[in-house]
């Protein structure tokens, strides 16, 4: 729904320069695009009008670069059908502690993508696979099965493959490190290997938080990342059987980044803590720059901090579904993991669209349908419905006055009745002498002729209908008690004759009448060719 930037709530208190640097990172990859895009999203390609205006841009200050986005934008209030608001959730980087080689700490492995994954419309040599869909494994050169779980992963169905990146500590940071979608793993010598999604088995993500809330573990108004580790660090033989629900796995690939530098969302650019958001992108566009309204729990778990920002969708993930649903990204680390962890609530959501999508702009260039058709072309092409019954067109007028309808007078019996009405209540209810004669012509009268023009030829009644007429309701009652009507016979059945066989009785004479076959088994034999009488030598095969 189309909404003015004023009634947006914090749209002038908002700083947008971050937002504004976070559009122009997204504007690299929409500019590369040399082709247009086949996608079917409304927006398509219509980003590069703006991303073209932003190399240009004058965004100093906060008050231009709000400007900006209001003079190439067209603010849209959007959400799921029926719903008045959105949904946010928080997501972050995690930090965890790795070792390079398998010791007796570190005994948890970072897979990389093993090369009898496949997945259909991809090969090997794709920097990133999708994050859902089917995936399979190769078994020799055809068979391709469903890919091994995250229970058979654990039991070492790939170990020993040479596919290790990284050896983690436990389960729980790996489990939240797939979830996140990339991590920092801070090896013992004090450096960081950064690690990003690559693909996954091919399993629908199921939230090992939903589980403890519906066996009813933890209350779901207490539930967090957290709460779940801290459940998984008391309960490590409880922890196994849960986390195993969710059958999803992740194989990450290694990135080149230094310690400073953010992770890597979807698009392929860094992501901006505060700025950028994971979005369904089955639905949107990456680059296409929201206003979140919230109040979220950023500082205490129980505050209601005043969240509206413009975000930049920069980034996806298997839970974000919908039109009005995102993932804020906080940052990295241990206390940005705590503000995402706690963040499951309710939002509006503003869709800023490039102006060149603006139907009022498309409706001034879009081509008018034809004239309506004249008075005379309507009179004489009239648009009868189908329901009301036609009328008498005036061609059809001409020709009863050419040619009036054939009338046959007829000699009227001593009770004079009007069997030539149709209204049948209004003959008089008196016996004729002698039976009425049923007519196929129309009967009138012999009467001096109306005029022409309002004749119309009557259609012939029915034999029933004179019966109705020439006999009074009270004698055709008494006779109908008297005696009883044989069944009305339907009027497309046959007329049989009289003592005429049944058809089952005259097949039966018909397979009588044909002359029977001697029934015997017949052989076939095979004979050799014939040979001539000079020829002594044969084949084997003759």
């Not at 794709?126 to 229970?151: C, E, H, M, Q, T």
């Not at 573990?217 to 309960?235: A, D, L, T």
């Not at 149709?422 to 109306?450: L, N």
Request: aromatic share 8%; hydrophobic share 35%.
């Amino acid at each position: 729904m189309p909404v003015p930037w004023s009634e947006i709530a914090g749209w002038r208190e908002d700083d947008p320069r971050e937002a504004f640097a976070a559009f122009q990172a997204s504007c690299r990859p929409i500019a590369a695009q040399r082709k247009p895009s086949t996608d079917s999203k409304t927006l398509g390609d219509s980003l590069r009008d703006a991303c073209a205006a932003a190399k240009s841009a004058d965004v100093s200050d906060a008050a231009k670069t709000r400007a900006f986005f209001e003079a190439n934008f067209r603010p849209l209030r959007i959400s799921r059908l029926g719903e008045p608001e959105g949904f946010v959730t928080g997501y972050y980087e995690p930090i965890v502690d790795g070792s390079k080689t398998k010791t007796d700490v570190y005994t948890v492995p970072v897979y990389r993508r093993p090369s009898n994954l496949f997945v259909r419309g991809y090969n090997q040599a794709s920097p990133s696979l999708p994050n859902s869909g089917d995936v399979f494994r190769k078994i020799g050169r055809r068979k391709l099965v469903p890919y091994y779980d995250r229970a058979q992963i654990e039991d070492g169905a790939i170990a020993g493959r040479g596919l290790e990146i990284a050896w983690l500590k436990n389960q729980t940071d790996l489990l939240f490190s797939q979830i996140q979608g990339s991590a920092r793993v801070r090896m013992e010598d004090g450096s960081f290997i950064r690690i990003n999604y690559d693909s996954h088995n091919g399993y629908r993500y199921t939230p090992v938080g939903r589980v403890l809330i519906d066996r009813g573990i933890i209350p779901r108004e207490q539930m967090s990342m957290q709460r779940i580790r801290q459940y998984f660090e008391e309960n490590p033989d409880a922890a196994n059987e849960v986390r195993r629900q969710n059958k999803a796995f992740v194989f990450f690939r290694e990135v080149q980044l230094s310690e400073k530098d953010e992770a890597v969302g979807a698009q392929g650019v860094p992501l901006t803590p505060g700025r950028s958001i994971a979005v369904d992108k089955g639905l949107h566009v990456y680059g296409t720059p929201f206003f979140v309204e919230g109040e979220l729990p950023i500082e205490t778990e129980i505050s209601k901090t005043p969240f509206r920002r413009l975000m930049v969708a920069q980034d996806t993930g298997s839970a974000i579904i919908g039109p009005a649903r995102a993932d804020l990204y906080f940052g990295a680390g241990t206390e940005m993991g705590r503000i995402a962890g706690r963040i499951k609530h309710p939002a509006k959501f503003v869709m800023l669209v490039p102006k060149s999508l603006d139907p009022s702009v498309r409706g001034h260039n879009m081509p008018l349908p034809d004239a309506r058709p004249s008075a005379k072309i309507a009179k004489l092409f009239p648009q009868t419905p189908a329901s009301e019954p036609a009328k008498v067109e005036p061609a059809r007028t001409e020709v009863a006055k050419a040619e009036p309808p054939k009338t046959e007078a007829v000699k009227p019996e001593p009770p004079k009745a009007e069997i030539a009405k149709p209204d049948a209540a209004k003959a008089p209810a008196v016996t004729p002498d002698k039976p009425a004669v049923a007519k196929t012509e129309p009967v009138t009268e012999a009467k001096p002729a109306a005029p022409a023009a309002t004749t119309v030829p009557l259609p012939a009644p029915k034999p029933a209908e004179i019966a109705a007429i020439a006999v009074p309701a009270a004698a055709a009652a008494a006779a109908a008690a008297a005696i009883p009507m044989p069944e009305a016979r339907p009027p497309s059945a046959p007329q049989l004759a009289k003592n005429a066989p049944s058809e089952a009785k005259q097949d039966a004479a018909k397979q009588e009448a044909r002359p029977q076959r001697t029934k015997y088994k017949r052989r076939v034999h095979r004979r050799a060719p014939a040979q001539s009488p000079s020829s002594f030598f044969r084949f084997p095969w003759q």
